[in-house]
Structure formats: C-alpha cells, structure tokens
C-alpha cells in the first residue's frame, strides 16, 4: 500500500468534488482582476469602478426587496427629465450610484436619467458614467422586475481640466464597458468591456456575485417578439408588417415592459425588442445615452445586433443627454428581417 492510498486521500478528494461542495463561478472581484489585462488601458480605475458600481448594485438590490416592507414604493412627486413620475426607489438608487462613484473617485461625470444636466463629479477622474439608475420603474410598485443600465467612456479633454462636451456626447462605439444589473427572481449583473460578455448571480447570503454566465451569446435567431402592442395603432407600416409575420410564423409574444428583463430573456432564449417610433414618439421612447448604447454593445459583444431600424445604435453620433431613439435590438437574423421589413415602402 502507497502512502496516499494508506492516508485515503484519493476518496477523499473525489468525495468532496462529486457530493458535499458543489462549485460556484469565480467571485465578481476575482474576474475582474484576472480580465484587468484585457482593457487597453489597464491602470485599475476601469477595475475600480466597476467594483464601485457592483457594490452600489448590492445596496439597491437591498432595498428593492424591502419595498413594501418600509416606504419606498411610490411617486416621489417629482419629475424627471422625460416627464415621467419619479418613484421613491429612482430617486434613492440615482442617489446610492452617484455616492458610491463620487467616493470612487474615477469618475468626472455622470449622466443620469434623473438628472437634467450631467454631474460634475471629480475633474481628476478618467471616465465618464451614463446610467439609468432604476429601469422600468413603473414595474416596481407591483413586484416585477426592473434594473440598472450603465455605460462607461473614457474621457476625451485632459484629467485635471473641466469636462467638455466632447467627454459627454461620445457614440456608444466609443464605450470601455457597459452593462447591466437585473433585479430579478434573482439579482444578475452582466457586463461588457469589448471581451464578450459575462453574466454573475448574486449570493445574498455570502454578499457577492459569482460568474453563473460565462461568454454569453445571443442566439441568431429566435421565437420571441417584445413589443408594445397597445401602440400597434401608431406604429409605421414596416413595423406592423413585421408583427404580421411574428404572428404568421407563430412566434411568442413577451413583453414585461422593463427594457433590462426584456433584453435579458431575449439574449438567452433568442428573440428581438423592438422599441419603434410612434406617432405621437417620433423618435421612440427609450434614451439613447444610458439607456440603448449599454444594450447596443452588450448585444453587439455576445453576437445579436442592435439597430435604430436603419442605423447601427453604436454609430449615432448622441446631440443631446437626453435624446431618444427607436431600438431594435435581439437575435441578428431578427433584427436584419424587422429592418427590411421597416425598409420596404407600403
Ligand atoms: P419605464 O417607463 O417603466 O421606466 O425606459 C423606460 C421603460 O420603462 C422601459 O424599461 C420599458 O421597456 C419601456 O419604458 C416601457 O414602455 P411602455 O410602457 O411604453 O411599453
């Protein structure tokens, strides 16, 4: 008998792997110091800040699940930029971001869907943020899920010098990363940095999110149509037809009305979104600063594609903070089809 066999080491291994420890992905904050060669200018902030934005995830994804518990449902009685009715939970997880990237300190400005003007953060800072803390916020009083979506650029004028619109008004092709936080059944952050995507589940219990979704991809092609139809009356010809042909090949229709949920199903079960102009929206509803670019890039990096109907979303060149824009986002071969569809007159 060999030394190893005497001290019954082999079984001891394989009992431990098969039955008792099941593994769990790599820690987010691992990941992201393994992958930090991977961004061109890997100096740590990049790291650094979106540490800064998974924790900051962490303590609104708190209070998510306590709404209903204490008072954090409900109109806040204010406006946004849009016009739209700020809810409690907006406003408090506007708040929590911008507190966690001030402190940061990477950051020398942020654009924010709940805020009119960008916030000058930190003139020393090498990236600039634009977030929609709380998407799909008219979902929260009722439980259903709603998220965070996030874009990161590298600043143009000098550190040290005040921000410049040329910081601010970058193309989301210009984008280091970008990404997600879906306040689900469970809570998902999923991110890019131009290296393919990765999605981690958070762990509540442990306080940490682990990689659950490595290189995720988006299916070409899918069965899943998201849509408002209650617009269908206002929509253009070209997108009407393509509803038609959803419902002549009987494809699904699923439409939660949070873009992040939306988006995130489509990515995994292959599907397209499709936010269109409307007569009354001539440029659809959703922002193209913090709300499509962040989407766009993530759909673009996991092989789906993302288009504002004729235009690549990455390559609009932004004018405003708050411009909007239609998107069509989702598996490839859907969104090229719904595009010919837009493209053919009546
Ligand atoms: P919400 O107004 O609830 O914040 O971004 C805006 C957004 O939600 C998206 O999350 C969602 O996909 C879309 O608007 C829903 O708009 P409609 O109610 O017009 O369908």
Do not use: W
């Amino acid at each position: 008998m060999n030394m190893s066999e005497a001290l019954n080491l082999k079984s001891s291994t394989s009992i431990e792997r098969s039955r008792i420890a099941h593994s769990i992905g790599t820690a987010l904050d691992r990941f992201i110091k393994l992958n930090q060669d991977q961004f061109q200018y890997a100096s740590g902030e990049l790291s650094q800040l979106l540490r800064d934005i998974a924790l900051a995830s962490k303590v609104v994804n708190r209070e998510v699940n306590k709404a209903g518990l204490i008072d954090i449902m409900g109109s806040a009685g204010s406006q946004n930029t849009g016009g739209d009715e700020q809810q409690k939970l907006d406003v408090l997880a506007n708040i929590r971001f911008t507190r966690a990237l001030a402190k940061g300190g990477e950051v020398c400005a942020l654009v924010s869907e709940e805020s009119e003007t960008y916030v000058d953060l930190n003139n020393e800072g090498k990236y600039v943020i634009a977030i929609d803390p709380l998407d799909g916020s008219s979902n929260i009083d009722v439980n259903v899920s709603i998220g965070t979506i996030f874009s990161v650029y590298r600043r143009k004028s000098p550190t040290g010098t005040p921000i410049l619109p040329i910081d601010i008004l970058q193309k989301g092709s210009e984008q280091v990363a970008a990404g997600y936080v879906l306040y689900g059944s469970s809570t998902m952050l999923v991110y890019t940095t131009g290296h393919g995507v990765n999605g981690f589940t958070y762990e509540p219990t442990l306080g940490e999110y682990f990689l659950s979704h490595p290189d995720m991809q988006t299916p070409e092609d899918g069965k899943i149509f998201s849509i408002n139809e209650g617009l269908y009356n206002s929509f253009s010809p070209g997108v009407k037809r393509y509803i038609s042909h959803c419902k002549d090949n009987f494809y699904t229709g699923r439409y939660i009305g949070s873009l992040v949920a939306d988006f995130h199903r489509n990515m995994l079960k292959g599907g397209v979104y499709i936010y269109p102009a409307t007569e009354k929206d001539k440029n659809g509803k959703l922002r193209l600063m913090y709300e499509c670019n962040a989407l766009a890039f993530i759909a673009e990096q996991s092989g789906g594609a993302a288009t504002n109907g004729s235009v690549r979303i990455l390559d609009i060149q932004p004018e405003r903070l708050h411009q909007r824009t239609p998107f069509y986002t989702g598996s490839i071969n859907m969104v090229e089809q719904a595009m010919a569809m837009n493209s053919t007159n009546e």
